[in-house]
């Protein structure tokens, strides 16, 4: 098993910067992926940012060039978010894969970016 605990998040500007951090305890050995999705209401989940154990990060299109991944890649991972959208807002997720295909989730954060 493992937990996720995020924290982070909150409401900007348009053009601001945010930090949200997640640590994950308990089994983190067995993390193979670690990063962050997000979701609106009515929406499906979609992935932000990922990093595999190993180092190699992936970032949604919508994203790429404005957040970025820092961490360990096993059990601390940060997303920095900058030059913040208004379609940016979300609940975000912090997530956990493991070698066994278990994903886990944290408990999510709201992003607000007003225009």
């Known amino acids: 098993q493992v937990q996720l605990v995020e924290s982070g998040g909150g409401l900007v500007e348009a053009g601001e910067s945010l930090r949200l951090s997640c640590a994950a305890s308990?089994?983190?050995?067995?993390?193979?992926?670690i990063g962050w999705y997000r979701q609106n209401p009515g929406n499906e989940r979609e992935l932000v940012a990922m990093t595999t154990r190993h180092g190699n990060r992936n970032y949604a299109d919508s994203v790429r060039g404005r957040f970025s991944l820092s961490g360990n890649n096993a059990d601390l991972v940060d997303l920095q978010m900058n030059s913040l959208k208004p379609e940016d807002t979300a609940v975000y997720y912090c997530?956990?894969?493991?070698?066994?295909?278990?994903?886990?989730w944290g408990q999510g954060t709201q992003v607000t970016v007003s225009s």
């Open positions: 308990g089994s983190t050995f067995s993390i193979k992926n």
């Open positions: 997530f956990a894969r493991d070698y066994s295909e278990n994903t886990y």
